[in-house]
Structure formats: structure tokens, C-alpha cells
């Protein structure tokens, strides 16, 4: 159950969480979690924030260039529902990175987030279920 339930219902989860959590393989539930956790972040990073982000910035202006990286990283990770929260966390993303100016802080950030919801799962799998 999450905060969106009382305004949308239950939804289904993704097809990569369900095969998480009714995995019982540990080696599949590890290669997950690594891919989730470090291989993810540091493509998806290199991809939306060090690439898209960076031409579309240098052909229009900073502010284009922040819309239009994160809604393309929104709009990849998530369906109509999720598109609002991705697409927050991806503006955090990209402004971590124009602040810095080093693409290891968004990679990062992205690391945990991607961590904390794996854990969520782990120990709230009624959650990540949408029982």
C-alpha cells in the first residue's frame, strides 16, 4: 500500500519486482541487486545526466535541458502513475550534477535510492507487492 492507494487503488507490481520477490534463487536475487544497485545507476547516469543532459544543454539552455533530460529518464523508468516521482527525483539528479559538476554525486544519490528500495522490499514485501 502506498500513499497513492487511497487515489488510484492498488497497483500491480512491476514484472522486475515481482521476479525479485518470488525469486528464491539467491544468485538471481544477488545479480539484481547489482544491477539494480551499481550497474543501473552508473549507465543510466552516464546516459541521462553526462549525455542527454549535457548536448541538450550545450544546443539550448539550462533550463530546457533540465526538463528535457528528466522527463526523457522519467518516461523511460515509469508508467503514467510513477511519472510524477520519477521525474522529481530525476530534476534532484540533474541539478546535483549541474551544482557539482561531477557526474560521481548523481550516481551516487541514484546507488542509495535504488538501494533503499531494494530494502524496502526485502523488509516490506507486502509493500512492494501492493497487498
Known sequence: ???????????????????????????????????????????????????????????????????FSSSVFALVHSGAITVVPIFTLALFLTLAYELTGCLLVPITIHMLFNLANVLGMLFFPEAAAGS
Open 1 to 67: 500500500s502506498s500513499m497513492l492507494t487511497p487515489m488510484l487503488g492498488e497497483l500491480p507490481p512491476q514484472p522486475v519486482v515481482s521476479a525479485f520477490l518470488d525469486s528464491p534463487d539467491l544468485a538471481f536475487r544477488l545479480i539484481m541487486l547489482v544491477t539494480v544497485v551499481v550497474v543501473a545507476p552508473v549507465f543510466e547516469e552516464v546516459m541521462f545526466r553526462g549525455y542527454l543532459y549535457g548536448v541538450s544543454k550545450k544546443f539550448t539552455d539550462r533550463f530546457f535541458a533540465v526538463v
